[in-house]
């Protein structure tokens, strides 16, 4: 005696459902959640690789300040805050142009960008995450070079609350180069070499005054971003009135050359990413 056993979903009725749909991804990521988990990793990364990177880009700057003092003479003369203002933001040049266009070339040639290819981000958000992690180091290494050099050249410490603005948007023109210069360098020592240039551009062009220079070495000064917050920065070191609408005026081109510079980054990382 045999007995039939029917499997359950079986039968002419089974056979004819038809399958069912692939299941949808997940939707991708948007800009402000995953620039924020994009910071918050490279920050936690690069905290204790980076400190001691920062102390030697701070005792540079406060080096190159004691240095110049012996031929800059104290008070609020061009001179002497150009120096002041210069040394600062060359903390700022030091890690988010240098030590980003390294990070980046590194990234390159290691094959890294393809994890962050893989992961449901915007290029944007890794791009940005990047440079605002490597910023975030420049703050207390700008902040003790400027109260250093405000003491060391008898400056106003007044307006040093202009660092608020100035590091930020200063880090953001300079992230944003240093990123493209790592990004699209050939080879990882050549964006190595591309970061110590532009460190010594912004050494050499932002600390010496502008009227000691000759034409071709100040339209040079010009072309370069962190000019505009060694401007910004240098206006409010002095005693007397301050201008602010100078002031505004070269703070609005940091923003503009920061969005441009960040733009052109990201139009870096996704044309490495999809090679």
């Known amino acids: ?42 920050l936690s990364r690069a905290r204790v690789a980076r400190i001691p990177l920062l102390f030697v880009a701070t005792f540079q700057s406060v080096g190159i300040m004691v240095m110049m003092r ?42 890294g960008l393809d994890h962050y290819a893989t992961l449901p981000v915007p290029p944007a958000a890794v791009v940005l995450g990047a440079a605002a992690a490597y910023a975030s180091f420049t703050v207390p ?37 240093g990123a493209a210069l790592g990004l699209l360098a050939p080879r990882q020592e050549i964006a190595t070499l591309f970061g110590q240039l532009g460190m010594s551009a912004a050494l050499l062009l932002g600390v010496l005054p502008a ?24 206006r409010t070191l002095g005693s007397g009135a301050t201008h602010w609408a100078a002031v505004g005026a070269d703070l609005s081109v940091c923003a503009a050359v920061g969005v441009c510079s960040l733009a052109v980054a990201t139009w870096a990382y996704r044309r490495a990413a999809c090679r």
């Open 1 to 42: 005696m045999t007995i039939a056993v029917q499997r359950p979903g079986g039968g002419p009725a089974a056979a004819e459902r038809p399958p069912s749909p692939p299941a949808e991804l997940a939707p991708r990521a948007r800009l402000v959640p995953a620039f924020a988990a994009v910071y918050r990793a490279q």
């Open 211 to 234: 009227s000691h220079m000759p034409a071709p070495v100040a339209w040079a000064r010009d072309a370069l971003p962190s000019t505009y917050g060694v401007e910004a920065l240098a």
């Open 70 to 111: 012996g031929v800059v003479h104290a008070g609020g003369g061009e001179a002497a805050r150009s120096v002041v203002a210069g040394s600062s933001v060359l903390v700022v040049a030091f890690v988010a142009l240098n030590l980003l266009a390294q990070y980046f070339g590194q990234l390159r040639a290691s094959g």
């Open 141 to 177: 290494g700008t902040l003790v070079t400027a109260v250093t050099g405000c003491v060391l050249f008898h400056l106003t410490l007044v307006n040093l609350w202009v660092l608020v603005a100035v590091v930020p948007l200063a880090g953001a023109a300079l992230s944003g180069l």
